[in-house]
């Protein structure tokens, strides 16, 4: 399998992340840390699942509990385009999300073979999308090992001995929602003082809790002083 929306060295390809040593909780991942948790992800048990898993929530930026949720009918996927629902988000609140084309990729990956797809393009996983009154619509995206739908606990658990398995490159405790503040951070990075995009992106009734991830860590606050026109002296 090939490493489909891994983070590259390039800063062009892909958007560099915020935070750093002494960052705070809300800082996330940086790219090395994401690199090494999802090629983990690509050589765990039931690698297509927890990859695809990993990638929706590092992509969206979506709630533990929204991702295990979903179905097939909550997602409109496309070729060149994707569509995330969130039907019951926090506060009850329906919401849509974008689906890039690392997530899309995933989750084609994934979801193909119960599509009958031998082949998981991103066109042909589209054709063979389920309708929306279709029965297969009302489907579980994510299944356990005995094909139940994968629950918030399970998928926890999955997510936090993939961790483990890195061996110290990825920090003991990233979870779920460590992805959900790295997307919001890469967000803010990419499109600096868009609060509220981010905000209806998260599905945050508040601006003042999206606002908390433009907060600079003290490793940048350090370099921004360091770097002031006033800094110099005279021996």
């Known amino acids: 399998m090939t490493e489909q929306g891994i983070l590259s060295a390039d800063p062009a390809a892909h958007v ?24 983990q992800a690509q050589i765990s048990r039931d690698k297509e699942r927890n990859y695809a898993v990993i990638q929706i929530l590092l ?15 909550d997602l409109t996927f496309g070729e060149r385009s994707g569509l995330l629902r969130v039907r019951a988000g926090k506060g009850n609140k329906t919401r ?3 689906l890039n084309a690392s997530a899309r990729e995933a989750l084609a990956i994934y979801v193909a073979p119960r599509l009958g797809i031998e082949k998981s393009t991103l066109k042909a996983v589209a054709a063979s999308w389920p309708k929306s009154k279709s029965p297969e619509a009302h489907e579980p995206i994510f299944l356990s090992q ?4 994968l629950t918030t606990s399970a998928m926890g658990q999955m997510i936090a001995g993939i961790v483990e398995a890195t061996r110290g490159l990825v920090p003991e405790e990233t979870s779920a929602h460590t992805l959900r503040h790295t997307f919001a951070r890469s967000y803010l990075a990419h499109y600096p003082g868009d609060v509220v995009g981010l905000a209806t992106l998260l599905g945050h009734s508040s601006l003042d809790t ?26």
Do not use: H, M, W
Request: glycine fraction near 10%; charged fraction near 25%; charge should be positive.
């Open 96 to 98: 849509s999300v974008p």
């Open 146 to 149: 005995k094909g139940g739908a």
């Open 59 to 73: 992509q969206t930026g979506i709630r533990l509990s929204e991702c295990t949720a979903l179905t097939f009918e």
């Open 16 to 39: 560099k992340l915020i935070g750093g040593e002494g960052s705070s909780k809300r800082s996330g991942l940086k790219n090395a840390q994401i690199n090494a948790l999802l090629r």
């Open 210 to 235: 999206t606002r908390l991830y433009s907060e600079p860590s003290v490793d940048q606050l350090s370099r921004r002083v360091e770097q002031l026109n006033i800094n110099a002296f005279a021996r």
